[in-house]
């Protein structure tokens, strides 16, 4: 079985950026569409990025637009998440994860069903 790992996150003022990356090992991402999640402290799990198996299609959560890329990288098996601008808000536990191909970019975590273990991201004032 093959798994996904996060790495990238960390403390960072307030109009900073970060760079998330979520390594795939034994083909766990390739020809499969990739998510970014995360969950903020006594919330619920959110949708914040996704992207298709073959980078065709990209969706963002509205509080994300304009600050956050994801793209992806089948050679390395790697997806990324590029944020900029970033806010207090933004602190939560950043998840990857992989969902079933498809043309379009799901936004439930009832649709994706392999997960890594998050990066944890604080963003202070």
């Known amino acids: 079985q093959g798994q996904l790992v996060e790495s990238g996150g960390g403390l960072v003022q307030a109009g900073g950026s970060l760079r998330l990356s979520c390594a795939a090992s034994?083909?766990?991402?390739?020809?499969?569409?990739m998510a970014w999640f995360r969950q903020p402290p006594g919330k619920e799990r959110e949708f914040v990025a996704g992207?298709?198996?073959?980078?065709?299609?990209?969706a963002y959560a509205d509080s994300v637009k304009g600050r956050f890329t994801i793209t992806r990288d089948n050679d390395q098996i790697t997806a990324y998440l590029q944020m900029n601008s970033l806010k207090p808000e933004d602190t939560a536990l950043y998840f990857c994860?992989?969902?079933?191909?498809?043309?379009?970019?799901?936004?439930?975590?009832?649709?994706?069903?392999?997960w890594g273990q998050g990066t944890q991201v604080t963003v202070s004032s």
């Open positions: 994860a992989r969902g079933s191909r498809n043309s379009g970019v799901a936004r439930g975590p009832v649709w994706y069903d392999y």
């Open positions: 034994g083909r766990t991402a390739s020809n499969y569409n």
């Open positions: 992207i298709t198996w073959n980078g065709g299609s990209t």
